[in-house]
């Protein structure tokens, strides 16, 4: 969806944000993050790439949030502003195409490394602040051990700090992440010398002042073009037409709108709603 925020500070609901911010100062607070909900001590050791493998023409583009290497797991992280069916299915089939291509070693299968999904979602109505998917049958006996998807409801987190209730404090360092910047002062004095939390306030605040800024139509028409210029360097000899189609694939994926795809493929909404 093309995506306009009028807002004047930006928190890591959006997810450029949240990539930035995790990147930064070594990895300190997607460390915090990960050990959290994870619950064990997790250090980032590699920054691997989003983009995942296409087996074939007709398939769309796959491109995570983020993925990374741990200590102990490979964990995969979608900031998702809402959730729905379409979201789910997209989401779960980066975590199973990773899955399958990260297990294969050789004539064996890896089944000591653990894979994580971690899905931070907004916009989620319930009052359950974390879901844990596995692969098991009805009687929970795991069929799969090494991969579980996490869904933790990112306003229902923020709603038990307003309530003050204690069930948010072994998530504190994921809570951060939702507030805006009033809340995240309150939340800094009251976890006082918490320097993580510290950390973190500096870090935004600097992400917000007057240097940052973010064009979305700039974003835009560099998204295009780093399509165009992949192409080009996978030496991709497809027709204007088929070019076409797999632009409004990937465009369709990013949740772009339809006259936005319509405008820059020049294809009919017929020929893209066919797609969708």
């Known amino acids: 969806m093309h995506q306009k925020v009028n807002v004047k500070?930006?928190?890591?609901?959006?997810?450029?944000?949240?990539k930035s911010v995790m990147l930064s100062n070594n990895y300190m607070f997607l460390n915090a993050l990960l050990t959290e909900i994870i619950g064990t001590k997790e250090e980032v050791i590699n920054n691997l790439s989003t983009e995942q493998k296409i087996t074939n023409k007709k398939e769309r583009i796959k491109i995570m949030d983020m993925l990374f290497e741990t200590n102990n797991?490979?964990?995969n992280i979608e900031v998702n502003s809402k959730v729905d069916k379409e979201t789910k299915i997209r989401n779960f089939s980066y975590i199973t195409t990773f899955y399958n291509h990260s297990t294969k070693r050789g004539t064996n299968y890896d089944k000591h490394k653990k894979f994580y999904q971690i899905n931070l979602n907004y916009g989620s109505n319930g009052?359950?602040?974390?879901?844990?998917?596995?692969?098991?049958?009805?009687?929970?006996?795991?069929?799969?051990?090494?991969?579980?998807i996490?869904?933790?409801?990112?306003?229902?987190?923020k709603k038990l700090w307003y309530a003050k209730d204690e069930r948010v404090n072994e998530y504190i360092h994921v809570l951060m992440l939702c507030l805006e910047k009033e809340e995240l002062e309150i939340l800094k004095n009251e976890?006082?010398?918490?320097?993580?939390?510290?950390?973190?306030?500096?870090?935004?605040?600097?992400?917000?002042?007057?240097?940052?800024?973010?064009?979305?139509?700039?974003?835009?028409?560099?998204?295009?073009?780093g399509m165009k210029s992949r192409a080009e360097e996978k030496g991709f000899k497809q027709g204007k037409k088929e070019q076409q189609m797999a632009m409004a694939k990937t465009?369709?994926?990013?949740?772009?709108?339809?006259?936005f795809i319509q405008?820059?493929?020049k294809l009919s909404k017929v020929q893209i709603q066919k797609l969708i």
């Open 9 to 18: 500070w930006l928190s890591c609901k959006y997810d450029r944000v949240f």
């Open 73 to 75: 797991a490979y964990v």
């Open 127 to 148: 009052t359950i602040k974390r879901y844990n998917h596995f692969m098991q049958d009805n009687q929970e006996n795991k069929y799969i051990d090494n991969l579980q």
């Open 150 to 157: 996490v869904e933790i409801n990112m306003d229902y987190l």
């Open 191 to 225: 976890r006082k010398g918490d320097e993580i939390i510290m950390a973190y306030e500096k870090t935004m605040n600097k992400i917000n002042d007057d240097t940052f800024t973010w064009d979305y139509d700039r974003d835009n028409e560099m998204l295009i073009n």
């Open 251 to 259: 465009l369709i994926n990013k949740k772009m709108s339809l006259d």
């Open 263 to 265: 405008e820059v493929t």
